[in-house]
């Protein structure tokens, strides 16, 4: 089953808005002139930033490790309670507990 979500995201570079795709076994963020696609299993952490330094645009995020290093901040652009509901669809797809402070 794919869900889809509106999101501000960035990996490092200046946040661009778009949506997030849920797929089986995959993560993929997509924005007007750029795609990441990943599988969910590379994801060895997922964390939610609250501080004001860690936010996109004033937003909390939720920050994905994976395995190589690399980060993806996301921002649910969803209105209230879809960062929860995002961090726990993504938690799901990778059979582990909601992630602390969602």
Known sequence: MSRT???LWTMGED?????????QGRITL????RTLSFPV??????EVLRE???????????ALEMSSGASVRIASLGGPGSMHELAVAIGERRDQ??????
């Open 30 to 33: 997509v924005a007007r002139e």
């Open 5 to 7: 979500f509106p999101v």
């Open 97 to 102: 507990p909601m992630p602390s402070g969602a």
């Open 15 to 23: 946040p661009v808005t778009g949506m997030l795709r849920l797929e």
């Open 41 to 46: 299993d590379v994801v060895s952490q997922i």
């Open 52 to 62: 004001p330094a860690q936010r996109l645009r004033r937003m909390p995020v939720i």
